[in-house]
């Protein structure tokens, strides 16, 4: 099973940018899927996630009308819409999947660096 997370790159503040998290080896249908990061110093933090079935979502007061998740079945693939980015979004942003929301997050993604200039 591998996850990967990419498209993080440099970006200005105030611009939008979109992760994407897809994974081989495992099908997302049976999971929720996370969105976390990591800041230089700081601890690991929840972003956001979603259900697969059903596509609920969940986020962290911080990004909540900001960033939106979201998943395409055909591509086995889960979204990460920043938008309005600010200098404190700067981190490596990580996706994990788990069978259980609420439960420990099973398989986690290498990061991807977002960079948000002032």
């Known amino acids: 099973v591998q996850l990967q997370a990419f498209g993080g790159g440099l970006v200005q503040a105030g611009d939008s940018l979109r992760l994407s998290c897809a994974a081989s080896?495992?099908?997302?249908?049976?999971?929720?899927v996370g969105w976390f990061r990591q800041a230089p110093g700081k601890e690991r933090e929840f972003v956001g996630a979603?259900?697969?079935?059903?596509?609920?979502?969940y986020y962290a007061d911080f990004v909540k009308g900001r960033f939106t998740i979201s998943r395409v079945y055909a591509k086995n693939t889960v979204y990460l819409q920043m938008n309005s980015l600010k200098p404190e979004d700067t981190a490596v942003y990580y996706c994990?999947?788990?069978?259980?929301?609420?439960?420990?997050?099973?398989?986690w993604g290498q990061g991807t660096q977002v960079t948000v200039s002032s």
């Open positions: 080896g495992l099908t997302f249908s049976s999971y929720a």
């Open positions: 979603i259900r697969w079935s059903g596509g609920s979502t």
């Open positions: 994990a999947a788990t069978t259980s929301y609420g439960s420990s997050w099973s398989y």
